[in-house]
């Protein structure tokens, strides 16, 4: 079975734009969360999709954004970009309310 | 969700058994232990996880003590591939599905 896959995995941006990346659960899965990765604040979670419909969010400003479609991709985006967003972005996705698997996270660099 | 303490650093020789402890002293009766590890720039990837009785799978073993308020991963025969930051996190069982992921044990296999 294929795992979560994220598009694009490498992106540069400047400050002001808006960036929108992609996530692809495993088959089956209906549950899609979203984490930021930074050096400095580490691991933290940004919202959680569950059938089209925001389930659950973190401590995040407005200009982070998400959906979920009826095939269970998800998408995130972030608008009008400052430097403190570069970081790595990872989906993971679980079945209803189980183990999450973690996607290769896109890494966002913003100039 | 409760929170974990782990080692910051740990080294083990390859070859040998790693353990990797981690205490949840307020661990409440339906919350899970899960053990996530991430090798740099990847997206964590899943290993184990119990709620209280003792686990094994392919990857590795998972020691809950009787009053769960501590659990060690046991990594059976490391292998330098197995260097990476692990990461010790309890969660409700059918809660939502935030993460909430602490600096964790940089583990690092020596030749």
């Known amino acids: 079975k294929a795992g979560v896959t994220q598009t694009p995995r490498y992106l540069i941006k400047t400050r002001g734009q808006q960036v929108t990346l992609s996530c692809s659960p495993i088959?089956?899965?209906?549950?899609v969360s979203w984490y930021q990765q930074t050096p400095g604040q580490g691991l933290q979670f940004l919202f959680e999709?569950?059938?089209?419909?925001?389930?659950n969010k973190g401590n995040f400003p407005g200009r982070f954004s998400g959906r979920q479609f009826s095939n269970s991709r998800s998408e995130m985006n972030v608008s009008t970009l400052e430097l403190g967003d570069s970081a790595l972005y990872l989906c993971?996705?679980?079945?209803?309310?189980?183990?999450?698997?973690f996607g290769p996270g896109t890494r966002l660099l913003v100039l | 969700d409760a929170k974990t303490t782990q080692p910051t650093s740990m080294d083990c020789a390859e070859g040998r058994a790693a353990n990797l402890p981690c205490n949840h002293s307020?661990?409440?009766?339906?919350?899970?232990v899960y053990w996530y590890r991430q090798i740099h720039s990847q997206g964590p990837q899943y290993i184990i996880h119990?709620?209280?009785n003792n686990e094994t799978n392919e990857m590795a073993s998972l020691i809950i003590t009787e009053d769960r308020k501590s659990s060690t991963l046991i990594l059976p025969h490391a292998t330098l591939r197995d260097t990476a930051v692990y990461h010790c996190?309890?969660?409700?069982?059918?809660?939502?599905?935030?993460?909430?992921f602490g600096q964790g044990t940089r583990l690092t296999i020596n030749p």
């Open positions: 993971a996705s679980s079945f209803v309310k189980e183990t999450q698997y």
């Open positions: 088959s089956g899965h209906r549950s």
């Open positions: 999709y569950f059938s089209e419909t925001q389930r």
């Open positions: 307020t661990i409440s009766g339906n919350e899970y």
């Open positions: 119990g709620l209280k």
């Open positions: 996190i309890v969660r409700v069982a059918g809660g939502g599905q935030k993460l909430v």
